[in-house]
């Protein structure tokens, strides 16, 4: 089940929902929801980072043209087979978003416009979500056929900003599936990106039987 989210001050909430009417008063476009507002909480510690931070994430999804995203039909099917929102969900009820990484070729894709696809999956993925019940997502990644030409920095990098600056506490689980042994060299690398909060909801899945206590295996893509 999807671990109960960290409570947040009352008084503290209060005080961020005062000082976001003020703005939202004058721009509606910058409204963000209660969920959305304890999430900042959370991830940014006081009302100070947390409105800040709300701040910049809506000039951010301004400049970088978020709300369009779901229109470059161009862009998602160029780059579809990298990753997919399933229609099905988590045993928590999460949205899954499933990154078949033996499709993914270091030498051979633009960042920009690869980046630029992974918000549109963590947007679509979050608009999913029933916020009442469980308000975070499930990233599944599947090491299957993974070779080292397929690890790429660099994505990784950009995800795990994006993770922490604009869509805090939204990552519930990150499931890592048929990992080789290899592997675990790259997952050095990798966790030293990690803050301890982060970092803890990477799960190494092991047998079929394991990933059963996550969600339904016959629910990921096998043609993709």
């Not at 000082?19 to 940014?44: C, E, T």
């Not at 599944?140 to 660099?154: A, I, K, R």
């Not at 939204?170 to 803050?195: E, H, M, Q, Y």
Request: net charge negative.
């Amino acid at each position: 089940m999807a671990e109960e989210p960290k409570p947040v001050n009352e008084e503290d909430l209060r005080e961020l929902k005062e000082r976001m009417k003020l703005i939202v008063d004058a721009d509606p476009g910058q409204y963000h929801n209660d969920y959305s507002l304890k999430r900042y909480l959370r991830a940014f510690k006081t009302i100070d980072n947390a409105f800040q931070a709300i701040l910049k994430t809506n000039k951010w999804r301004v400049e970088y043209g978020v709300s369009d995203l779901h229109e470059n039909k161009e862009l998602i099917e160029k780059y579809k087979d990298k990753a997919r929102v399933l229609r099905h969900r988590d045993i928590a009820g999460r949205p899954i978003v499933y990154i078949p990484a033996k499709n993914h070729s270091s030498s051979d894709r633009n960042i920009d416009e690869l980046t630029k696809f992974i918000v549109y999956c963590l947007e679509d993925a979050s608009k999913r979500c029933f916020e009442e019940v469980v308000d975070n997502l499930c990233i599944v990644f599947d090491l299957n056929n993974f070779t080292l030409s397929c690890m790429d920095y660099q994505v990784l990098k950009n995800l795990i900003w994006l993770l922490s600056r604009h869509y805090p506490e939204r990552l519930g689980i990150c499931l890592i599936i048929n990992a080789p042994t290899f592997f675990s060299g790259c997952w050095a690398v990798i966790k030293g990106w990690l803050d301890e909060n982060t970092s803890r909801k990477v799960t190494f899945v092991n047998s079929e039987m394991e990933l059963c206590q996550y969600l339904i295996p016959d629910i990921l893509p096998t043609n993709i």
